[in-house]
DNA sequence: CAACAAATTTACGTGAACGTAAAGATCATA
DNA sequence: TATGATCTTTACGTTCACGTAAATTTGTTG
């Protein structure tokens, strides 16, 4: 369980995200990525893997939702609510008050972004069905013309 | 039938497609939309409904696919594929061969359109399926909660 | 410890996709 | 025909999301 990982730098992480060191020097001036976890004596950024998946996270979500950086940081409220519940969780005494609040919070979170995506899916499964359809309309004249032009058997 | 439609000037199509004239400039520009039809002795450029469709057509796709204006443009060559073809089966005499050649063309730019709208969609379809996950844990976790101080009756 | 790769901050540069301002031309209406 | 709204081109400005360069510092390795 102990992956012993630690000690990524900059670069590393860049590499294993795909991009570069400059786009996360910007996430996290921005915010959307949260202070490097390791700076021995204001030194270079130490990372692990757990801000490699975060980044991706941050890029995936950047791709697929096409928002702006400002608004996918608003979005990405939700996993910092998140991180912050299962930092509160792993000690045993939170008042169930708490917990509850939350919860119930990253759940709001959640069903934003849910929505965000539903809207996108729905509205790219109506694009997918009037390409199909005119695809379709074009491989029928298509057809048509072959049989024709055999029917004449020129 | 002859619905009689003409003479939409800049700031009309603009307001039609949500949009503002420097937008559409802009686009004829970049060769996204053809030149203005009607341009009455170099005066004012005039547009029809058909432009205002085409206009609107862009706009969703550039949302919808997340391409640059010039990737979107490539991608439309699909469009005026499908003008020209449409422009030439108008006419009779249009030879068999050139007409499969010109359905062939169409036929080929819909299905990188195709292509390119499932793999967006396979990709929103994924993390939506990981988002709603997620968001069940979170609500089994509250029902959890729920039950649990109710258990013990604070 | 020398030396070289990789990181740091600071700051200016860049391409895309428009916004905005200026100076003048054109169109609809009273 | 006057006049105000809308359009024209030209051109510079702006925001976003980084790229790139410079000068310096920090880590690593022989």
Redesign the pocket.
């Known amino acids: 369980m102990t992956t012993l990982e630690q000690?990524l730098?900059?670069?590393?992480v860049a590499r294993l995200a795909g991009t570069?060191?400059?786009?996360i020097?910007?996430y996290e001036e921005l915010g959307l990525l949260p202070q490097?976890p390791g700076r021995?004596?204001?030194?270079?950024?130490l990372y692990t893997q757990a801000e490699v998946d975060r980044l991706r996270e941050v890029m995936r979500l950047?791709e697929l939702l096409g928002v702006?950086?400002?608004e996918l940081k608003e979005l990405l409220a939700a996993e910092e609510a998140r991180a912050a519940v299962r930092a509160e969780l792993r000690r045993d005494d939170v008042e169930p008050e708490r917990r509850r609040e939350l919860l119930n919070q990253a759940l709001g979170h959640l069903d934003r972004q849910v929505e965000l995506v539903e809207r996108r899916a729905r509205d790219l499964a109506k694009l997918h069905e009037e390409l199909s359809a005119t695809r379709r309309r074009v491989r029928r004249k298509l057809g048509a013309l072959d049989a024709h032009t055999r029917g004449a058997r020129s």
């Open positions: 000690s730098r900059i670069g590393d570069t060191p400059r786009t020097r910007y490097a021995p004596s204001g030194g270079h950024r950047k702006s950086l400002q």
